[in-house]
């Protein structure tokens, strides 16, 4: 019994999250309504995390947050937010504010696209988009901002 319930329980959150069919029993249209909150939720979470991403994608931040996250679990919103950076700067997509950021935190912590990003101990550097920024002894610069 407690199998089968875990089973539902998972393909409704797949459902939700993940892109996946509504389970039976499930109004689609209801599952599509709170996909998209919990899609909204989201895009809050990651924008509160990387606020120059946010911005500088100004009104077409919660669409292509959206388009991006579509069909794929949250790693958390850290996490959520660096590999959509990755993937706009891989696109050249990047806004100028957003690869400063994405510069900033490559630059203070390691972070592979699988296990949670981890704190540079030696000095570092990042570049995202022609921004370049270094940390040293715990401090991250900007030495050249993002081309405009």
Not at 1 to 20: K, N
Not at 48 to 65: D, E, I, N
Not at 114 to 132: E, I, S, T, Y
Request: proline share 9%.
């Amino acid at each position: 019994m407690s199998g089968d319930l875990a089973e539902r329980q998972a393909a409704l959150v797949a459902a939700l999250v993940a892109g996946g069919p509504a389970p039976a029993g499930f109004d689609p249209a209801a599952l599509a309504a709170a996909g998209a909150a919990l899609l909204r939720k989201r895009a809050g979470e990651v924008a509160r995390h990387w606020p120059l991403l946010a911005a500088g994608l100004g009104p077409q931040w919660s669409a292509t947050f959206a388009r991006w996250a579509s069909g794929r679990p949250t790693g958390g919103s850290l996490r959520d937010g660096w590999d959509l950076a990755r993937d706009l700067r891989d696109q050249g997509a990047l806004p100028p504010l957003g690869a400063e950021e994405l510069a900033a935190r490559e630059a203070a912590h390691r972070y592979d696209g699988h296990a949670p990003p981890r704190p540079r101990r030696l000095p570092a550097w990042g570049r995202a988009g022609g921004a370049v920024a270094v940390q040293v002894a715990g401090r991250v610069r900007l030495l050249r901002p993002a081309r405009r």
